[in-house]
């Protein structure tokens, strides 16, 4: 059984939150019950405050791991000047690294195919630099991974993403690879499986 947080629970909107609300919760709480207590009980009111400070740990150490603004934008603007065949070889260098196999795409849905095994993976960044990305597009790029006999596919994009284009790519195995992951891909630090 694999527990899932609420989505609207106090320690769900903490996480995605910046790190340090967590903490100040934890030692604003820790301080009231000691307060109340008259320091009596000052384990107790460590408890009180203890999943306030873990969640504050937790959300430090993602943060942490996230690329800075300013490399985001850095990276963006680079990417930016590129033509797609070269932002999809730069994030195919990552894959290549961990053991793909990276070839030009042939067709018209893709510019780099990745293989490793049974694996094969399509990377798509010919409209990489529209505002709006919506269902079509991530269609097109299954039609095309199918004939291919694709298992995954990663589009790129540095625009917004409707919601049904994510439920779409959720469904059929496409990575939407935006700004942050961008960086990650681009600095060769992304975790590739």
Request: net charge positive; with cysteine; proline share 2%.
């Amino acid at each position: 059984m694999k527990f899932k947080m609420a989505e609207n629970s106090i320690f769900a909107i903490l996480l995605r939150s910046t790190w340090w609300y967590s903490v100040l919760i934890g030692l604003v709480i820790i301080a009231l019950c000691t307060a109340v207590t008259d320091a009596k009980y000052i384990a107790l009111s460590i408890t009180a405050g203890l999943p306030f400070l873990v969640i504050g740990g937790w959300a430090c150490f993602k943060q942490s791991q996230q690329p800075s603004q300013k490399r985001v934008l850095e990276v963006t603007e680079q990417a930016k000047k590129m033509q797609a065949l070269a932002v999809a070889q730069k994030i195919a260098d990552n894959y290549v690294s961990n053991g793909y196999e990276s070839n030009i795409y042939k067709g018209n849905g893709a510019e780099i195919e990745l293989s490793r095994g049974h694996h094969k993976l399509l990377i798509c960044a010919k409209r990489f630099k529209a505002a709006n990305t919506g269902i079509e597009p991530l269609k097109s790029l299954v039609v095309v991974g199918e004939t291919a006999d694709a298992t995954g596919y990663l589009y790129v994009t540095l625009g917004d993403v409707t919601d049904t284009a994510l439920d779409y790519a959720q469904q059929n195995r496409i990575e939407i690879v935006q700004s942050s992951r961008l960086v990650s891909l681009f600095d060769g630090k992304a975790k590739v499986s």
